[in-house]
């Protein structure tokens, strides 16, 4: 079983940065997909980045929406899936989501692809 936890999000005008970071623990394995949802109320869950981390390489997939502004890295001191958001816009509210899947990304945007999940932690920006 893995564990998810988020960390991170907050309040921020238009044009301010958020950082969030997300920890799994469980059991290893050689591939991993983690990846940040979003959602806002009546709307479905939108995949906003995500990484692949494989025995020799890791990649990264993010939303056209947000490529360019967001960065999906790994810290590996900490063991956390950050994500880096920059140049945040008053859209960019919602309840984000880390969520983790053994296996690759091939799918990332679909939510249910991904069988681990977090509480959530809200992102509000202000105009």
């Known amino acids: 079983q893995v564990q998810v936890v988020e960390s991170g999000g907050g309040s921020v005008q238009t044009g301010g940065s958020l950082r969030l970071s997300c920890a799994a623990s469980?059991?290893?394995?050689?591939?991993?997909?983690m990846a940040w949802f979003r959602q806002v109320p009546g709307k479905e869950r939108e995949g906003v980045a995500a990484?692949?981390?494989?025995?020799?390489?890791?990649?990264?997939y993010y939303a056209t929406s947000v490529e360019g502004r967001f960065t999906i890295s790994e810290d590996n001191s900490k063991n956390t899936i950050d994500l880096q958001m920059n140049s945040l816009k008053p859209e960019d509210t919602a309840m984000y989501y880390c969520?983790?899947?053994?296996?690759?990304?091939?799918?990332?945007?679909?939510?249910?692809?991904?069988?681990?999940w977090g509480q959530g932690t809200q992102v509000t920006v202000s105009s």
């Open positions: 469980g059991p290893n394995h050689d591939r991993t997909c």
């Open positions: 990484v692949f981390r494989g025995n020799l390489h890791s990649t990264s």
């Open positions: 969520a983790a899947a053994h296996g690759g990304c091939m799918r990332w945007t679909r939510p249910s692809e991904f069988p681990y």
